[in-house]
């Protein structure tokens, strides 16, 4: 936060924020990836959160090797519209 004698502003992003903008981008996002690239450890619940501001976004399970060699099931989630969400954060 800055905070000045007339106003406070947000200079970072939320984590919603970053989530809400790499899907919307295009890209798709799982635990890993909003780990190592974004240092989002609850993926999920931002995801459920965006959902919940009206925001469409789609989940698909994937399968990835385990270290050890095994199959592994993960949520993979991407943006799957372009139109405006219904509910805007500030209305909450």
């Known amino acids: 936060l800055v905070v000045s004698k007339y106003r406070t502003r947000r200079v970072t992003m939320t984590q919603e924020e970053k989530v809400l903008s ?20 609850k ?6 959160t965006l959902k919940k501001w009206g925001h469409p976004i789609t989940k698909k399970t994937i399968v990835v090797p385990t270290r ?4 592994s099931h993960i949520a993979e989630y991407h943006y799957s ?12």
């Open 43 to 48: 993926l999920a619940t931002k995801v459920s």
């Open 22 to 41: 790499c899907l919307k981008e295009g890209r798709k996002l799982n635990c890993m990836i909003a780990f190592r690239e974004l240092g989002i450890t």
């Open 68 to 71: 050890y060699g095994k199959a």
């Open 81 to 92: 519209g372009s139109e405006q969400p219904v509910q805007s954060q500030l209305d909450l």
